[in-house]
């Protein structure tokens, strides 16, 4: 199946490869006007032009098979030795075609100018004077071609390591996504376990809230971002749960600015945030606890802060992280890299402060 794209590349092709040699034609003819007239044989702009565009116009031509060459018989081939002598008989024959060419062209123009001339009279002074010359235009033709070959292959391996980078990236963070959800999952489970025996009917209303939560997970299973506002509502299927095991014990505050609903945020970000609040600051404890959830924007950046009335963490911070923050902080670095902070500080009435910035 041909390419439909394929007619406008090729012609796109021709006319860079036109508009190449016009200005290389227009260069020459300014030096030729300007050493015409310093050599006291002044030319009109028209004769300067109409002879170096004559010139160059016939390499235009040329430079399609010489492109075509250059390309069928590259310099890192497996023949090195009879690829240059391909070149050699190339470049011979092809400065005698142009020799050929422009004598043509020259005995066109002289007629069109009623100066006419014999195609011996013109084709014995270029042969003498251009041969040379010629063979060292075929030279950069094809040093220019392998030039934007190499700048082509270049960009192409670029862009494919780009991209492998890019799925490496998403490979990570859905095995990083896999294993937060088993964690999630198994949390829950326990808390439904640990009240069957003790209160039958919260651990049912519990199985019912788990099955409602995993329902919104299958809705978009597998993304690495998702707005802050499915985020949101996600965290508070969560904490109906957690509300039935801990009844009156636990509050939730939520302090959510409108304009960050629609940013998108790393995919379950804010529950092993929330859960690490309430096993490790809520749970513990005897007194009712307090969770306060905030989102709001600043400049170019989202600040999401979780904060819990517990007992904080320990001088010189936790000796070890669990599933939930580790996973977290890993997924964080694979999406943002070094433009993102994750803190944990004691906040200043008490409790555990997670601290995440990250750009919008």
Not at 39 to 53: D, F, K, M, P
Not at 195 to 200: A, G, N, T
């Amino acid at each position: 199946m041909s390419d439909p794209a394929t007619p406008g590349r090729t012609l796109f092709r021709f006319a860079g490869i036109g508009a190449f040699w016009t200005l290389v034609g227009l260069a020459f003819a300014s030096q030729f006007y300007l050493s015409s007239t310093l050599l006291g044989r002044a030319v009109t702009w028209g004769q300067a032009i109409g002879y170096s565009l004559g010139d160059w116009y016939v390499w235009a031509l040329l430079s399609i098979p010489v492109i075509w060459l250059a390309r069928r018989y590259p310099p890192e081939g497996a023949h090195p030795g009879r690829t240059a002598a391909i070149h050699l008989v190339a470049a011979l024959v092809c400065s005698l075609i142009y020799v050929l060419l422009r004598s043509l062209v020259g005995v066109v123009h002289s007629r069109l100018l009623d100066e006419p001339v014999t195609f011996a009279e013109v084709f014995r002074p270029l042969l003498v004077k251009t041969y040379p010359f010629n063979l060292l235009v075929y030279a950069v033709i094809i040093t220019i071609s392998h030039a934007l070959e190499y700048y082509r292959k270049y960009h192409e391996r670029t862009v494919h390591a780009l991209e492998l980078e890019k799925h490496l990236t998403e490979a990570r963070l859905q095995a990083l996504l896999r294993q937060l959800q088993p964690h999630f999952l198994f949390n829950t489970l326990n808390g439904i376990a640990s009240l069957m025996h003790s209160d039958v009917h919260a651990a049912d209303k519990m199985l019912v809230r788990l099955s409602e939560l995993l329902r919104l997970t299958m809705h978009h299973p597998g993304q690495p971002r998702t707005r802050l506002g499915e985020e949101i509502a996600f965290i508070e299927k969560y904490l109906e749960i957690e509300r039935i095991r801990f009844r009156d014990r636990l509050t939730v505050e939520f302090r959510v600015a409108p304009d960050t609903l629609e940013v998108e945020v790393p995919s379950l970000i804010l529950q092993p945030l929330v859960e690490n609040a309430i096993r490790h600051g809520i749970e513990p404890q005897a007194r009712p606890g307090h969770i306060v959830v905030e989102a709001r924007s600043e400049g170019p950046t989202l600040l999401l802060f979780v904060r819990d009335n517990g007992a904080g963490q320990p001088a010189g911070g936790f000796t070890r992280e669990g599933i939930g923050l580790a996973n977290t902080r890993e997924r964080l670095r694979e999406l943002y890299g070094d433009r993102h902070r994750f803190e944990l500080i004691n906040a200043a009435g008490g409790g555990l402060e997670v601290r995440l910035t990250i750009p919008i």
